[in-house]
Structure formats: C-alpha cells, structure tokens
C-alpha cells in the first residue's frame, strides 16, 4: 500500500541530504491528515493494542538517489477493565518514501498492514 502526499511549493524538489529538514516539516504538518495511515497492525504486541494518540516527526534521513525514511513515534494503549488491565507504551517506528522532482511523495506502507498465519504458507 502506497501513501501519495504532494509538495505544494511550486518549485522542482532538490534530492539531497539537506531536505531532511524540510521534509520532517512537511510530515509534521500533514500529521493530522496521515497519522492513523502510519499506525502499524499493533497484535504483535496484544490483540487488544491500539493507537491512543499524539505521534510526533522525529526526523527524516536521506537514504539514497530519491529514498527518505520518516522516523516517528506515537503511544499505544491496552485496556480490560475485568482483568484490570491497562497499560500505556511508546511506539518509534519508521517508513521509507520517495520524492520525486515534481515534489511527489510515496510512502511505502506495504510493512504496516496487518498479517495473519496464513501468510506464513
């Protein structure tokens, strides 16, 4: 699965290392649009884990030609009252993307969807 986003300064977009900057700005800002599409199936850590709220852009590092990764961290909850069950954690986690000279951006999700045994065959 593919994240599209699209950089609306107008200008040809310079790959290099000194975009990360800039890039993590750029993420920063469409938090409120992207988030819940950068929250990964959380089973691994209970069935009962979920994405509570408040992710934040650590950084972006340049990888190579037009490859970025966006790091980012978000908190995660897990609650059953009739076990008394209720626990909080912190989740860092990280997606790589392309950018494009026209400024289009790629987002490589096909890592966050959830999986089943059944993959496993």
């Avoid at 691994?44 to 037009?66: P, W």
């Avoid at 990764?69 to 626990?87: K, M």
């Avoid at 987002?107 to 496993?120: I, K, N, Q, R, Y």
Wanted: proline fraction near 1%.
């Amino acid at each position: 699965m593919l994240l599209q986003l699209e950089l609306t300064n107008n200008k040809p977009f310079v790959v290099d290392e000194n975009q990360c900057k800039f890039l993590a700005n750029f993420f920063a800002t469409e938090l409120a649009n992207i988030h819940l599409k950068l929250v990964r199936d959380l089973s691994f850590i209970s069935q009962l884990a979920h994405y509570k709220d408040g992710m934040q852009i650590s950084h972006v590092s340049y990888l190579k030609a037009n490859r970025y990764q966006v790091h980012f961290v978000y908190t995660w909850h897990i609650f059953q009252g009739c076990i008394g069950l209720d626990e909080t954690g912190e989740m860092k986690d990280k997606a790589t993307f392309t950018v494009s000279e026209l400024g289009e951006i790629k987002v490589d999700l096909s890592t966050f969807e959830a999986h089943s045994t059944a993959d496993e065959l």
